[in-house]
């Protein structure tokens, strides 16, 4: 029964065929439900945790990888999504970095479901939910039996995870980059998935500097698939960038209305012309490579699924609040904000820091 639904979405595809000629094609989107893949089939799930990243890696042979997790909040939801996608075991959890957005969900995901194996920067970061974080890990079982291993991951490491599927490392690599605008952000896991038939680049919430790391070192960007960085936010893609990837398609992972105003319109503009989903629009973004080698791809919500038109969403009022005797600003729904007769509004987080004020750490968990 389950697999009726994808019957139906391949008739569609049938139906409505594809475009280009020399790469796979890419199906036109259809309405789906989360289920699990079936065997010998590739399927990367970009699932919608609100304002965050988290993508599942099912491979052909049933092993499975998921890229991070969303906010703490997200972690219940996030479960049992991975229920409903037949998850019972993980194989490889990667963190991207150690920001909330990322890595909150995934103490959830620790705690309830086996995991072999994470992956993580190993870069010290102070934060509760990071220290959470490393808890659960210490504390999470094992398939086996015994606690996952938990894997300091540089460029350079390969893993064949299932027979012509294969997962590399692009970033970060050593020494790690230093005095970024954001560093954690900057030292993001890029890893990529090649596969018969596509590629994938997850790029976690890389910024100008990890770009320019990725150039020097050479690595192989061009992908059918490509993960947004940061969100969509403006710092986290440029023309330069989407010239190498050459993406078909591409995903923005964001929650609506988020306090950061992402994506960005810049972004959205550099978009046009590839075929853009979105976690706040779409829903669940399902994408499935079979032996017929073509990029099957249907979401939970039918939006606006597969447009390219920028939405106009207007950046918010008053970006950030500072204290005008501390001289610290902090994002609006920081846990530690100043008294109101202490607060003081500015636009964006760059007028505050000429107007000679510095972050408070919650404004780094983006
Ligand atoms: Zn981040
Ligand atoms: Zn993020």
Not at 72 to 90: A, C, F
Not at 211 to 230: E, I
Request: net charge positive; charged share 20%; aromatic share 6%.
């Amino acid at each position: 029964m389950r697999y009726l639904g994808w019957l139906f979405a391949l008739w569609l595809l049938v139906l409505h065929g594809c475009a280009p000629s020399s790469q796979s094609p890419v199906s036109a989107e259809s309405r789906t439900v989360l289920q699990p893949a079936p065997r010998g089939v590739l399927q990367v799930v970009f699932l919608d945790v609100g304002q965050g990243d988290s993508a599942l890696i099912t491979f052909p042979n049933g092993k499975t990888m998921l890229i991070d997790g969303g906010e703490v909040e997200q972690g219940r939801v996030l479960v049992r999504k991975l229920q409903q996608l037949g998850v019972r075991r993980l194989d490889w959890v990667v963190a991207s970095h150690p920001h909330s957005d990322h890595i909150g969900g995934l103490i959830e995901v620790l705690r309830t479901v086996p995991v072999s194996e994470v992956w993580d920067i190993g870069s010290p970061y102070e934060s509760p939910v990071y220290r959470d974080f490393l808890r659960a890990v210490r504390q999470a079982r094992a398939p086996s039996g015994g606690r996952p291993k938990f894997r300091v991951v540089r460029s350079g490491l390969t893993l064949e995870a299932a027979p012509n599927v294969r997962v590399s490392v692009l970033a970060p690599r050593e020494p790690l980059l230093q005095g970024t605008r954001s560093d954690p952000n900057n030292n993001s896991i890029v890893l990529r998935l090649d596969a018969p038939g596509g590629s994938f680049l997850f790029t976690g919430d890389i910024e100008r500097e990890g770009r320019q790391r990725l150039y020097a070192a050479r690595a192989n960007l061009r992908a059918d698939v490509l993960k947004v960085s940061h969100h969509g936010a403006a710092n986290g893609t440029d023309r330069a960038f989407l010239n190498r990837v050459q993406p078909r398609v591409a995903v923005i992972s964001v929650g609506a209305g988020n306090r950061y105003g992402h994506p960005h319109r810049e972004t959205l503009a550099l978009l046009r012309g590839v075929r853009l989903y979105r976690t706040d629009l779409n829903g669940d973004i399902v994408m499935r490579l079979g032996s017929e080698r073509k990029l099957q791809i249907a979401t939970t919500r039918t939006a606006t699924a597969g447009s390219t038109r920028p939405v106009a969403r207007p950046a918010p009022a008053f970006a950030v609040i500072g204290n005008h005797r501390s001289k610290v600003y902090h994002a609006p729904d920081c846990p530690s904000l100043p008294k109101p007769e202490n607060q003081v509004r500015f636009r964006s987080s760059q007028e505050a820091e000429a107007a000679g004020y510095r972050p408070h750490t919650c404004v780094e968990g983006e």
